[in-house]
């Protein structure tokens, strides 16, 4: 997805990771996905750079959809359709 | 004629049965899972056990950390104090780092003032704590197999180990067999 479509997806939930460095966001992610429906979008905030390629591997791995990122000032947002 | 008929469905029974005995073998032969031999007492190694290991359980991958000779030091509470040992293994217990606080570096050691160091970072770049990730393990079921025959050798005992909620105590054979179910397999 475009950064202007991930700007408009329907967050059911946010996960503010930013205060974490690796494993921390992933760990984040992994305790907040439980709490989510199938179908549902969740949004990871990070500052820590190899987030956004570890949400990917973990999407691809328990059968997600990794939807893209967009950049903020000094974070940035991962998005992710759970299966 | 019938005869040789059913024979030949009692052989394919057989082969049949034969392969479904080689498939099950094959299927619970490399399971979702990391066996990890974690034998160094370095703090930056330990580190990296647990990094992979919390990683590999936010995954859902099943993990199994077996803590040996050195890297036990990292699973002492300094609050615990046990009785009855001997010259020898008190003498190792004063020598030998007294739990994830008085690990060494690998390397810049520097006489304590290496981990200091790191410490320091790691709060600054909010890097979980080693006493953190051992807490965020026991909370994601990573399971600790400690080694007995290190735990006898440098006269460590049950009492002065942390309270973590899945801590187990074996020997190498254990390590051997979960290793080999394991898809991933690491030595630190």
């Known amino acids: 997805m475009t950064a202007d479509e991930l700007k408009s997806v329907a967050v ?21 996905i ?9 949004e990871i905030l990070s500052s820590d750079e190899g987030t956004k390629q570890d949400i990917p591997k973990w999407c691809g791995k328990q059968g997600h959809e990794y939807l893209g990122f967009v950049e903020e000032n000094g974070y940035f947002k991962v998005y992710m359709k759970k299966q | 004629m019938e005869n040789s ?31 990890i031999a974690v034998v160094s007492g370095d703090l930056d ?11 590999a359980a936010a ?3 099943q993990v199994k950390l077996f803590f040996s000779f050195w890297s036990l030091s990292a699973l002492r509470d300094p609050k615990k104090s046990p009785k009855g040992k001997d010259l020898i293994s008190k003498m190792f217990g004063w020598m030998l780092p007294n739990g994830t606080k008085k690990l060494k570096l690998s390397n810049m050691n520097m006489v304590g003032m290496g981990p200091k160091m ?18 965020e393990a026991g909370e994601l079921g990573i399971e600790i197999v ?32 979960d290793a080999g179910e394991s898809s991933i397999q690491l030595f630190i």
Do not use: W
Not at chain 1, 14 to 31: F, H, I, M, N, Y
Not at chain 1, 34 to 42: E, L, P
């Open chain 1, 12 to 32: 059911a939930k946010s996960v503010d990771a930013r205060g974490t460095a690796c494993p921390g966001p992933l760990l984040e992610a992994k305790k907040t």
């Open chain 2, 5 to 35: 008929n059913v024979n030949s469905i009692e052989q394919m029974q057989v082969q049949i049965d034969e392969l479904k005995s080689k498939i099950a073998q094959l299927e619970s032969s490399r399971k979702d899972q990391l066996s």
């Open chain 2, 45 to 55: 190694k330990v580190l990296a056990a647990m990094v992979i290991s919390i990683a």
């Open chain 2, 146 to 177: 400690v080694c007995e025959m290190s735990m006898g050798l440098m006269g460590f005992k049950k009492e002065e180990f942390i309270d973590y909620p899945h801590l187990s105590y074996a020997g190498a054979a254990t390590f051997v067999a």
């Open chain 2, 118 to 135: 790191i410490s320091y970072l790691m709060k600054k770049q909010n890097v979980m704590s080693l006493e953190t990730m051992l807490k």
């Open chain 1, 34 to 42: 439980g709490t989510i429906k199938s179908g549902d979008v969740m």
């Open chain 2, 59 to 61: 995954m859902d991958t």
